[in-house]
């Protein structure tokens, strides 16, 4: 069993993997030939130059200082290179596409816990559709702990104050590790899950079973049960603002500062609605904040995205399955 | 041994000339680089959280604002004066050690902990105020005005306990050193010769005097921010 | 830096630089004024300025008692460099702090 | 006036009878001494111990990890001991080591002053250091702690429920401990040098003291206020990082490794000045490019300061400043590659002996490349995402740390052995257990690179199947690497009584401290002396020393 199973290179199953791979590799070339190149040195001149009976004495020579200069130089120019390529992985990394799959994560001790705009909740799985960009929203419901995909070659942390945001995606389908690669108490070593990547016919068949509701819609049950329609209405008679529409769009503030009203901004708005008060309204509005959990929060968020995008609130999700296929 | 590499004749043998010292120029030298050695650590280390106390500044400017409008600013200023004052006394201190004149020296250094002692319980005060009015962060800190501000408030009074908490603390140490520098001016120790002790003492305590010179506007003076 | 002549100073007992009582006193006023003008400056309303006025009174103040009260002013070379080099350090902290903070909110260009 | 001059730069006979061992006896004479040779044997003792403790988890950690499953620990029991094995070998070993007993041992002889500036201070900064272990050693005997040497927040101030308080407590005064080491180097240096010894005359040992102690006494500062912080609000409940009120983890982690970053730097410039120091006397040559070695120094001292974020690219930091902290990061490998280069050019046409220090250099040199350039992966941002928190990351600090660092130490205590104890150690036992080290590191730690880009996270008490043969070898490797360090602890404790008299100057070496007697006297020197020759004039020495003389 040992011998059978002993990677020594963890799978390319990511878009983002053949190129983390590429630059690993060209490291590996590159400081091992640097570093090969130091050790034979030293010992080459070390055996050449042993003190022996007729070499008591050094010589008194000195390099010339050209030497010195040069390996300034040439490590600087290629320390730059390293530094914009690694950059231009990174930028890659950071910005996520536009039609990307929404799912959101939250980080508990020990577990992770992933639900699908469609209502879908797992617990240390994940399913995804092969071949399309997936977008993770996450927070921690305590620590900080850290979403770690081997084989999709990223992690993010996930953070107890604020929403982040990761996205990949699988070129294979098949079952990948997870781990949470920060630390984050007793069983850190067993908060692993797996990622189950399937043709995207396999996922919607998946995302039909067994749903209590899309997000959107358990989160507009919650925007009832917490009482938020009483002064957010549809229209501009309720104390607050109206929230459709909202969603990705500049808020005025009363600062006459604008926001954009993304995942963070709206999550602030529930638990701490005073940070940032929208012009033309009074504050008052009361905190959230030890009220609504992670999971909660996320289903408002849902919610409150889904009438962002049509100014109807969502009755029926706009599910994000794959392309062209019908659930 | 022999003192004699550096041949110079006229130093008799000082009786608070340490042993590894050539002579006191260089121990006096050492005594005040050390010092300022320290000072620079004391620096990094209040400005440490005072990093920590902008970030939360900038993000969270209201919250500060009220958190600062909770002083009550007559005291702090009236400390600010205090302090300065007590500054003024050591220098003058120094100055009368540097001119080997005793009398004035202790009289000064009293001075300097009369004033050292009255901050302290000018700071006594307002601790007291604060606790009463329930503003010390944890279980029992009420307060309500702006109830969507208060953790943002709270999280202010943490720095505003923290950082006062900590110059308190290098006042109460000065105050300390002070002591062993009175007791050390009555024996007559120092002179023109040989005040590197009162010297470095008043460094440090000037240097207190200006991290209260910063914390003052920081945590008293905070001016409003508007909303449109 | 210290080099060889340094230790031609040291042979003798410390140079002893005795600062005349009036700049003490003048320091002090300097100072107590400097006190009062923060704090009305706080009353006023300087719009975004109110926090710079501050820290530029407060700062002042700094520099007078760095310079006089702790002779700065007449010290060696190192003790600059010892003084200004710290300050450097807090800068080096504050600037590359807020170089994350400041710049979350920054958009990706795509 | 007698001066020491290059003439006396040469072997001779037998140790002076009077030391500053035997100067004075009895316990009270070694607790309450000001004598900086002294203060040098008692942190030797005190972290010789902290480094077997260490070990010990170490040595622990690695049997749990031969089966994929947690069968010899339970889960808090392995988190404790990577904590405590991480904070040990960091605050109680690595940091103090080089500094607190090499440098308090030779930075004085080295600049021709009997003492330390405050030789009190310097007293206090061990008694700092005592208690600070002591109260560590409280805190593992009476349950431990759980939170990694990180202490990240707000697991460290609200989840965790070992004793963080008496940890960050102690590392907040070890901290101190270490301030005021480098306060009195830092005056020491600019205070005390004898006559003639310019600053371009100082070995480059002195150079990198110095440069650490700029870091001890700018970084270190931070780190105990950041504690300080971390303790108020453990013990209040609420504070500083706090979500709760609107507090930021990560503004603890910039904090944190504002110190720490550096920090590492204060564990490798003391390295690279032993590393400077050894390859002169072993290959009879001036460093190549001295002045380059030296302000390269200073140049990791300073540029050290501005990279810290290069730990949080994946933390939350903004992507803009990931971005200047990684360019900042390939900066400060410029000074480094200096280094190699230079000390590598220094062998050419030299005199080389093959013996135990300059083994260690020579393994010095190679690992700390390795660890030096796997940083480079790590700094290129779009693969750090990848292995960061993984057991590359692991493998990359123990290369730098144990392959560099722990390795120049060894050279360093076997080079000036002769000169703190009089004696010399058995040179062949010396060699094999530089053999065993050399190997038994590279098996330990060069696997954990591969399984680090496989997949295996840090701080893993259990983990995936696949990963075992890789972790096996590691195991393997650690028990070479035990022996190896064992031997040393025995041959060298051994030499004390039995070692051959070693004389003024066994190595035929250039520098003040080679011109005293060995042990040297309470006060150093028998006579100030007056320095009229550059650092490392080993050609000078050699003409004067006429005929050559075996050694
Ligand atoms: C002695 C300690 C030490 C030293 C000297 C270094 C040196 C360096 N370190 Fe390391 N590092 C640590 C100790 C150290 N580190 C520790 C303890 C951690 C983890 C802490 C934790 O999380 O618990 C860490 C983690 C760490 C990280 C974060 C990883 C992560 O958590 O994701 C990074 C990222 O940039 C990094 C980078 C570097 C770099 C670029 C250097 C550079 O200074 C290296 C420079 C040297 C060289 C480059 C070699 C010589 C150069 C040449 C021979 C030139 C030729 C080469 C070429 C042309 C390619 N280190
Ligand atoms: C100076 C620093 C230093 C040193 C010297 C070492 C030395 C060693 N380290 Fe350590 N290590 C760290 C600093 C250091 N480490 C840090 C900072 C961490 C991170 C902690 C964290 O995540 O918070 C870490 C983490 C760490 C891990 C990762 C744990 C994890 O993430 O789950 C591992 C695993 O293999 C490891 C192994 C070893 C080994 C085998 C040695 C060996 O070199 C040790 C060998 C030494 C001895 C064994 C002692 C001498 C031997 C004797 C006197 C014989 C008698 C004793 C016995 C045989 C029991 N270390
Ligand atoms: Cu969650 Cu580690
Ligand atoms: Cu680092």
């Known amino acids: ?327 | 041994m022999s003192d004699m590499a550096l041949g110079n004749e006229h130093h008799h043998h000082h009786p608070f000339l340490q042993h590894h010292f050539e002579d006191l120029g260089q121990q006096h030298e050492a005594s005040t680089l050390g010092m300022w050695m320290f000072l620079c650590t004391e620096i990094l280390f209040f400005g440490g959280v005072l990093c920590a106390y902008w970030v939360y500044r900038v993000m969270y400017p209201e919250a500060w604002a009220v958190g600062a409008h909770l002083q009550q600013t007559g005291w702090g200023a009236t400390n600010t004066i205090v302090l300065i004052v007590s500054s003024l006394t050591m220098a003058l201190a120094v100055r009368a050690a540097q001119l080997g004149k005793r009398g004035q020296q202790l009289g000064f250094l009293f001075a300097t902990l009369i004033f050292g002692t009255a901050f302290l319980v000018v700071k006594g005060i307002e601790y007291h105020r604060h606790w009463e009015e329930g503003l010390f962060p944890g279980s029992h800190f009420h307060w309500h005005e702006h109830p969507e501000l208060a953790q943002k408030v709270q999280l202010f009074m943490c720095f505003y306990w923290g950082m006062t908490g900590l110059h308190a603390l290098h006042m109460i140490i000065g105050a300390g050193l002070l002591l062993w520098i009175m007791w050390r001016a009555y024996k007559n120790h120092f002179g023109p010769e040989y005040y590197a002790p009162v010297e470095v003492m008043g460094l440090y305590w000037h240097f207190v005097d200006i991290v209260w010179i910063f914390l003052f506007p920081f945590l008293y003076l905070i001016h409003e921010v508007h909303h449109g | ?110 | ?551």
């Open chain 3, 1 to 110: 830096m210290a080099d060889t002549t340094e230790h031609h100073q040291l042979e003798h007992a410390p140079h002893v630089h005795v600062t005349p009582l009036w700049i003490y006193i003048a320091v002090f006023l300097a100072l107590a004024v400097g006190t009062i003008v923060t704090y009305l400056a706080s009353l006023v309303d300087l719009g975004m300025w109110n926090t710079p006025v501050a820290l530029i009174i407060a700062t002042i103040k700094a520099v007078l008692v760095i310079l006089f009260f702790m002779h700065v002013i007449h010290s060696t070379r190192l003790t600059w460099v010892t003084v200004v080099g710290s300050f450097l350090w807090l800068g080096i902290l504050f600037v590359l702090t807020f170089a994350d903070y400041l710049t979350r909110g920054w958009s990706l260009f795509k």
């Open chain 1, 1 to 327: 069993m040992m011998v059978a199973d002993f990677p020594l290179w963890p799978e390319q199953a990511s878009t983002f993997a053949k190129d983390v791979d590429a630059l690993y590799i060209f490291l590996i070339i590159l400081t091992g030939t640097v570093s090969v190149g130091i050790f034979l040195t030293i010992f080459g001149l070390a055996i050449k130059y042993r003190r022996r009976p007729d070499n008591e004495l050094a010589q008194d020579y000195e390099p010339p200082k050209i030497l010195e200069v040069t390996w300034i130089v040439v490590p600087t120019i290629i320390f730059m290179g390293l530094f914009v390529w690694g950059s231009w992985l990174y930028f890659h990394l950071a910005r996520v596409p536009d039609d990307a799959l929404d799912i959101y994560a939250t980080g508990k001790q020990w577990m992770w816990k992933f639900q699908h705009p469609t209502g879908q909740r797992e617990i240390n799985t994940l399913h995804v559709p092969v071949n399309r960009p997936i977008k993770i929203t996450m927070a921690s419901e305590d620590v900080i702990h850290s979403l770690f995909f081997p084989y999709f070659r990223t992690k993010m942390d996930v953070l107890p104050n604020r929403y982040r945001s990761m996205w990949f995606q699988a070129t294979k389908t098949g079952r990948f590790h997870i781990f949470c690669a920060e630390y984050c108490g007793t069983l850190h070593s067993g908060m692993i899950g797996w990622v189950e990547v399937m043709e995207p016919t396999e996922y919607q068949k998946w995302l039909a079973g067994g749903s209590e509701g899309s997000m959107a819609s358990q989160g507009e049950q919650l925007f009832q049960k917490y009482a938020c329609n009483t002064c957010h209405t549809n229209d501009a008679t309720g104390r607050g603002p109206v929230l459709a529409g909202l969603y990705g769009k500049d808020v005025t503030l009363s600062n006459d500062t604008t926001v954009k009203a993304d995942d963070n901004y709206i999550r602030e708005s529930i638990l701490n609605p005073q940070a940032k008060v929208v012009k033309g309204f009074n504050p008052i509005m009361p905190t959230f904040q030890g009220q609504v959990s992670e999971d909660d929060m996320m289903k408002l968020l849902a919610y409150v995205k889904s009438i962002g995008q049509n100014t109807a609130p969502a009755t029926t999700p706009a599910p994000a399955g794959a392309k062209g296929t019908n659930p």
């Open chain 4, 1 to 551: 006036m007698t001066t020491a001059t290059l003439h006396d730069v040469r072997l001779s006979g037998a140790a002076s009878d009077r030391n500053y061992f035997n100067d004075e006896y009895g316990a009270l004479s070694w607790f309450l001494t000001k004598d900086h040779k002294r203060i040098a044997i008692l942190y030797l003792i005190s972290v010789s111990v902290l480094f077997v403790i260490g070990g010990f988890f170490a040595m622990m950690m690695r049997i749990e990890l031969l089966t994929p499953e947690g069968d010899l620990l339970t889960s808090d029991t392995y988190n404790k001991f990577f904590t405590m094995h991480g904070v040990v070998m960091i605050f109680f070993f690595l940091i103090p080591v080089i500094p607190a007993v090499l440098g308090n041992f030779l930075l004085p002889l080295q600049i021709g002053a009997k003492d330390l500036a405050f030789p009190k201070i310097n007293l206090l900064s061990w008694y700092l250091y005592m208690l600070a272990a002591g109260i560590g050693l409280i805190v593992i005997v009476t349950g431990g702690v759980d939170t990694g040497w990180t202490f990240y927040t707000p697991f460290s101030t609200q989840y965790s429920n070992t004793h963080v308080f008496g940890t960050t407590f102690a590392g907040f005064i070890a901290g101190f401990s270490s301030i005021l080491t480098g306060l009195n180097f830092i005056v020491t240096i600019h205070r005390m040098r004898a006559p003639g010894l310019t600053w371009y005359r100082l070995p480059l040992f002195v150079w990198a003291l110095y440069a650490t102690s700029i870091v001890m006494l700018l970084a270190t500062p931070v780190l105990a206020i950041t504690l300080v912080m971390l303790m108020i609000e453990r013990t209040v409940g609420v504070g500083f990082f706090d979500p709760a009120l609107g507090g930021d983890p990560v503004l603890y982690q910039h904090m944190f490794w504002f110190y720490s970053h550096p920090a590492v730097y204060i564990m490798i410039l003391p390295a690279m000045g032993v590393a400077s120091d050894v390859v002169a006397a072993f290959t009879r040559k001036k460093i190549f490019g001295y002045r380059f070695v030296a302000f390269s120094s200073l140049a990791i001292a300073f540029l050290g300061f501005l990279v810290w974020a290069h730990h949080l690219f994946v933390a939350g930091i903004s992507v803009y400043s990931a971005m200047i902290f990684a360019f900042l990061t390939f900066f400060v490998a410029v000074p480094s590659a200096i280094k190699v280069f230079n000390w590598t050019a220094t062998l050419y046409k030299a005199s080389v002996s093959w013996q135990t220090p300059m083994l260690y250099i020579m393994g010095f040199i190679g690992l700390f490349t390795i660890g030096g350039v796997t940083g480079l992966f790590l700094a290129s941002l779009g693969l750090d995402i990848h292995v960061t928190d993984t057991y590359f990351v692991v493998a990359h600090f123990h290369y730098v740390m144990v392959g560099g660092t722990v390795m120049a130490y060894l050279a360093g205590i076997h080079y000036w052995w002769p000169k703190i104890t009089g004696r010399m150690y058995p040179e062949w036992w010396a060699r094999l257990a530089a053999l065993l080290v050399f190997v038994g590191f590279n098996l330990t730690f060069f696997p954990q690179f591969i399984l680090g880009y496989v997949g295996m996270p840090r701080r893993y008490h259990a983990y995936a199947p696949e990963f075992q043969v890789l972790n096996v070898l590691s195991t393997a490797g650690a028990s070479v690497l035990a022996v190896g360090y064992m031997l040393p602890i025995f041959y060298l404790i051994w030499s004390i009584w039995n070692g051959r008299p070693a004389g003024k100057n066994p190595w035929g070496a250039v520098g003040l401290e080679w011109t005293t007697s060995s042990p040297p006297p309470k006060e150093n020197f028998h006579e100030t002396p007056v320095v009229t020759w550059e650092a490392y004039d080993y050609p000078g020495m050699m003409k004067a020393m006429g005929e050559t003389q075996h050694v």
